[in-house]
T-cell receptor, first 115, second 114 residues
Framework: AQTVTQSQPEMSVQEAETVTLSCTYD???????LFWYKQPPSRQMILVIR??????QNATENRFSVNFQKAAKSFSLKISDSQLGDAAMYFC????????????FGEGTQLTVNP | ETGVTQTPRHLVMGMTNKKSLKCEQH?????MYWYKQSAKKPLELMFV???????ENNSVPSRFSPECPNSSHLFLHLHTLQPEDSALYLC?????????????FGPGTRLTVL
């Protein structure tokens, strides 16, 4: 079964600094998607960034970028110039073609941004 | 209303009660999902509907009964729940139930079973 592991239950960063959240996953598939979702205190889960396994180039969305290491099955999220509004729970998630409807989530990392 | 909405936002019920959670998506999507989010555990997929047909039931106890009357609405009917069913229940939708489609989530219903 596919698993997603986030080894950092909590992280903190100073405003304007950079922080990296870790995620590893286990799969035998070659084609899949990886996602980072953000869940602020309002509880609404929001997609931050996504990466297709076949694309070697790391995805970037403004201040958010990923470091996708397919061989190592690693998918870390880098947040640059951290802002107070980035404080939230961040979830790494995995989805593959053979189980197209199933998103498998990690346990989450609670990010605190200190002013 | 825009996006995915869920009602109620909070629900407290006894183990003998019957209640329903409602989800509505205003995005024109064809797939809808129920997830359970418990403290200290990853989100768990419960049910998936595609074009109003259930395509996945992730070994969920029968005390949870989903209903999808049309592609915009999804219900979760609850009866004789247990205290361990207390959790945040999230609804999501996507264009299709395929791997590359982004899932859009609602704000969730916080359920407490006494």
């Amino acid at each position: 079964a596919q698993t997603v592991t986030q080894s950092q239950p909590e992280m903190s960063v100073q405003e304007a600094e950079t922080v990296t959240l870790s995620c590893t996953y286990d799969t035998s598939e070659s084609d899949y998607y990886l996602f980072w979702y953000k869940q602020p205190p309002s509880r609404q889960m929001i997609l931050v960034i996504r990466q297709e396994a076949y694309k070697q180039q790391n995805a970037t969305e403004n201040r958010f970028s990923v470091n996708f290491q397919k061989a190592a099955k690693s998918f870390s999220l880098k947040i640059s110039d951290s802002q107070l509004g980035d404080a939230a729970m961040y979830f790494c998630a995995y989805r593959e073609e053979t189980s197209g409807s199933r998103l498998t989530f990690g346990e989450g990392t609670q990010l605190t941004v200190n002013p | 209303e825009t996006g995915v909405t869920q009602t109620p936002r909070h629900l407290v019920m006894g183990m003998t009660n019957k209640k329903s959670l409602k989800c509505e998506q205003h995005l024109g999507h064809n797939a809808m999902y129920w997830y359970k989010q418990s403290a200290k555990k990853p989100l768990e997929l419960m049910f998936v509907y595609s074009l109003e047909e259930r395509v996945e039931n992730n070994s969920v106890p029968s005390r949870f009964s989903p209903e999808c009357p049309n592609s915009s609405h999804l219900f979760l009917h609850l009866h004789t729940l247990q205290p361990e069913d207390s959790a945040l229940y999230l609804c999501a939708s996507s264009q299709e139930a395929v791997m590359y489609n982004e899932q859009f989530f609602g704000p969730g219903t916080r359920l407490t079973v006494l």
